[in-house]
Every structure is written in C-alpha cells, then in structure tokens.
C-alpha cells in the first residue's frame, strides 16, 4: 500500500516535537532542507524508511520510525 503524500497523518509527532524556531537547526542535523522538513512537518511529504531511522536516532527514541510510518514498520499497536 502506498502513502498518499498529501494525506500523510503521522507528521503530528514529528511537528510536534521540532519548535518552529529550531527546524533549520534540526534539518541541518538529519541531513536534509529546511524546506523539505516542512513538508513533512505539514504532512505533505512522507519520510523515506531511512530519514524514518534518522528522525528516530537524532529525537533519541522520542519520535520513532514506527510513528512516522507504520504503512513500512508495522502499526504500533501490533509492535511487541
């Protein structure tokens, strides 16, 4: 099943955790644009499985690749 990138509800999490004012800091840190991290803070862009696993390393764990696509790593509420 593919993910429609304008319906991508996840993003909740990630935008969640990033203060607006800290974005650009934290895209420098995961290696991608200040423009694609709001994309995906707005939910109009997915996460690849390996930025997924980046976002889980660079929050330590608080936002985890399960929460960013459970359509790739399972849902969470099957994950034990």
């Known amino acids: 099943m593919s993910m429609d990138e304008k319906n991508w509800p996840q993003h909740e999490a990630l935008a969640a955790w990033i203060p607006r004012g800290m974005r650009g800091a934290f895209a420098t840190q ?5 423009s694609h991290l709001g994309k995906m803070c707005s939910g109009h862009h997915p996460p690849s499985p390996e930025l997924c696993v980046t976002i889980e390393r660079a929050t ?4 985890t690749r399960l929460m960013l ?12």
């Open 30 to 34: 995961i290696g991608v644009s200040g």
């Open 60 to 63: 330590l764990g608080r936002v």
């Open 69 to 80: 696509r459970p359509d790739l790593f399972g849902d969470l509420t099957e994950a034990g």
